[in-house]
């Protein structure tokens, strides 16, 4: 199921930045799951799937805290800098998702 969502989000995420590249400036993208729209909603999950698949992967190799002190950075680094990226581009959609939910 991790690969289908992937391709599926994936695509969604290319025909949301290819809606804003393409289209005027006042026109909203088609939305999905928020009113951020579709490239947005994409990316804020593959931002969450990712971060599951990294922690789940990450929790297997690691032993003890010892492995995971002398784990090098170049290993991590690309895995850090996709969910940066990720983030980024779906931001949009968890400003929404967060604004929506109301504290008693």
């Known amino acids: 199921w991790q ?3 992937y391709f599926i ?5 290319v025909i949301g930045g ?3 590249a393409f289209m005027p400036v006042w026109m909203t993208g088609p939305n999905v799951l928020t009113a951020a729209g579709i490239g947005q ?6 931002f969450l799937i990712t971060l599951w698949q ?3 992967s990450e929790s297997k190799k690691v032993k003890s805290v010892g492995d ?3 784990k090098e950075v170049v290993s991590v680094l690309p895995q850090v800098l996709l969910l ?3 983030y980024k581009l779906g931001e949009g959609s968890f400003d929404e ?8």
């Open 84 to 86: 940066a990226e990720l």
């Open 41 to 46: 909603d994409a990316a804020a999950a593959l």
């Open 18 to 20: 290819a809606y804003d």
């Open 3 to 5: 690969q289908l969502s």
């Open 54 to 56: 990294t922690a789940v």
């Open 68 to 70: 995971l002190m002398r």
């Open 9 to 13: 989000f994936g695509i969604s995420l």
């Open 97 to 104: 998702i967060v604004s929506q939910i109301t504290f008693l």
